[in-house]
T-cell receptor, first 110, second 117 residues
Framework: AQRVTQPEKLLSVFKGAPVELKCNYS??????LFWYVQYSRQRLQLLLR??SRESIKGFTADLNKGETSFHLKKPFAQEEDSAMYYC????????????FGKGTRLHILP | GAVVSQHPSRVICKSGTSVKIECRSL??????MFWYRQFPKQSLMLMAT?????????EQGVEKDKFLINHASLTLSTLTVTSAHPEDSSFYIC?????????????FGQGTRLTVV
């Protein structure tokens, strides 16, 4: 069964400190992994996807197939990073559904 | 950018009535749209996948007669909550993909807050 697990509901980090939001998944096959972010009073939006191997707003995430993980990292947290972060998974088919983890609220302390 | 718009953003209805929520892709064609339900302080729960011109695919545990989904065109999908009850009160969110295949991005509507009294 498809499953995305984000073990932390809330993560508080001081400004300038490193950030790591954990995500583990369960999927029979080769999944696509994403991180979505929801800032206060805004809609959900894509942050990054593993297939692009990109760094967005200083965030990176590496797909570790051995550990079935897709942790989100940033070396130096900024106050504007405070938001709700969702890890998501999809199959590779064109119409495959996107399943979300429960989300982690990142709170950057000044 | 790709914009997905939901209407209404907030609705209050009486128990037993039906409510329709619209999801539109404003500047792109979306062959597939997704409907989610979000409970307070919880994640998005996928309800169904809506494909243009065909029946929606519902997730296990979601009553298809209760939550009617119609995807009449490439830019519009509707969710109708029939015979609404207070337990149907929730935040409903739709999303649509502009592309197909690996790494495609889903664009989200702003959500609809449904309150059944």
């Amino acid at each position: 069964a498809q499953r995305v697990t984000q073990p932390e509901k809330l993560l508080s980090v001081f400004k300038g400190a490193p950030v790591e939001l954990k995500c583990n998944y369960s999927y029979s096959g080769s999944p696509e992994l994403f991180w979505y972010v929801q800032y206060s009073r805004q809609r959900l939006q894509l942050l990054l996807r593993h297939i692009s191997r990109e760094s967005i707003k200083g965030f990176t995430a590496d797909l570790n197939k051995g550990e079935t993980s897709f942790h989100l990292k940033k070396p130096f947290a900024q106050e504007e990073d405070s938001a709700m972060y969702y890890c998501a998974l999809s199959g590779r088919g064109g119409d495959d559904k996107i399943i979300f983890g429960k989300g982690t609220r990142l709170h950057i302390l000044p | 950018g790709a914009v997905v718009s939901q209407h209404p953003s907030r609705v209050i209805c009486k128990s037993g009535t039906s409510v329709k929520i619209e999801c539109r892709s404003l500047d792109f064609q979306a062959t597939t749209m997704f409907w989610y339900r979000q409970f307070p302080k919880q994640s998005l729960m996928l309800m169904a996948t809506s494909n243009e011109g065909s029946k929606a695919t519902y997730e296990q545990g979601v009553e298809k007669d209760k939550f009617l989904i119609n995807h009449a065109s490439l830019t519009l999908s509707t969710l109708t909550v029939t015979s609404a009850h207070p337990e149907d009160s929730s935040f409903y969110i739709c999303s649509a993909s502009r592309d197909r295949g690996p790494g495609r991005e889903a664009f989200f509507g702003q959500g609809t807050r449904l309150t059944v009294v």
